[in-house]
């Protein structure tokens, strides 16, 4: 039998079988240790320290080689492994690693705002009558140009853009995906904890454009109007990323919650946690109670009762940093609640309910929690327009439970 080339051969530092490093000639497995490879250079025969592996004892270091801690997935691999499985499509997988890209340069911008002067308002006001922030501005154009770049995207709607926008025919593909490009970004000017939302709806026929014919732009418009309302429970995929001490990006697929951390070492993000479940209750409340003179005195009551619960409890406490993405990923992670509650002032709140209150939603109950307008399930809700608000309640079942109880 022909000798094995020393550059066949892999190196172990240990003797133990389990660590001895593998390789194979023909049909034939061999062992060498370190010590016989770099002595005798692995010469087959004579006194030199190679084994002959019986085939259970080849497969027995295969299986303890797959379980080596070196061994990570990439969001890469694991999308492309829930594409062979069927989970979702090609153009989807695209999609997703487009928006992935997205969140690396907006993490990236975020990161240097104050040395590249992107700190401070943008000087105009959006749609919903607010002012914008110079990072609003660019991640809305960031986010948008990677969606538009991955030519599977249909339409988009941002919260930093009046209407839905169609994808121009070059690039048109059908996924239609709902984003906050940077949410929190009241927190931006003091670097504290930022996020991107979205949500992704699938194809629908009655949307496609017909870029052949001579429909009015307005019409268009108004078609993509149509198709982006719809309701939560369409949803095929949502996900965040939240831009703090660590990038974390949080996705469904509807199978399961997922969470992945970018190694900034190589610009990758890792999957670090699966089948994440939201503890079934959590002490921790996160509300703006700068607000409690405004609100509804049920409301009120169930706040006062978490704060002194009588001489039995303990009381809740209270976090919030004023960014969705942050005060959502903790409650997922340690349980309790989040709420932005309907006040005098606003009617239904503040949060958005197709790009911030339905991703969130699905991926709450994805995690076995809930999200609910306090009367009923988030998911539920029929859009009727674009930038809709809703009231926003969400965590762990038994706490926002609780909370409907003192609403109904
Ligand atoms: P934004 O999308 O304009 O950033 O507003 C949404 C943010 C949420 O991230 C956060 O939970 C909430 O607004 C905070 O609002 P407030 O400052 O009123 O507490
Ligand atoms: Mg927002």
Known sequence: MAAPTASNLSFSSSYSISRLSLFQHKKTSFLCTKNSIIKRKCRHGGAVKCMVLEKSSAAEVTRTK???????????????????????????????????????????????????KL????????????????????SNEVFSNCLRAS??????????EDVPVAVEESYYGNYIVVFDPLDGSSNIDAAVSTGSIFGIYSPNDDCLLDLDDTTMLDNVEQRCIVNVCQPGNNLLAAGYCMYSSSMIFVLTLGNGVFSFTLDPMFGEFILTQENIQIPKAGRIYAFNEGNYRLWDDRLKKYIDNLKDPGPSGKPYSARYIGSLVGDFHRTLLYGGIYGYPRDKKNRNGKLRLLYECAPMSFIVEQAGGKGSDGLQRILDIQPVEIHQRVPLYIGSTEEVEKLEKYLS
């Open 66 to 116: 797959k379980q080596s801690v070196y061994k990570l997935q990439t969001l890469t691999s694991w999308l492309l492994k829930q594409e062979q499985d069927g989970v979702i499509d090609a153009e989807l997988t695209i999609v997703l690693s487009s928006i992935s890209m997205a969140c690396k340069q907006i993490a990236s911008l975020v990161q240097r705002a104050g040395i590249s």
């Open 119 to 138: 700190t401070g308002v943008h000087g105009a006001v959006n749609a919903q009558g607010e002012d914008q922030k110079k990072l609003d501005v660019v």
């Open 151 to 160: 030519g599977r995207t249909g339409i988009i709607a941002s919260e930093e």
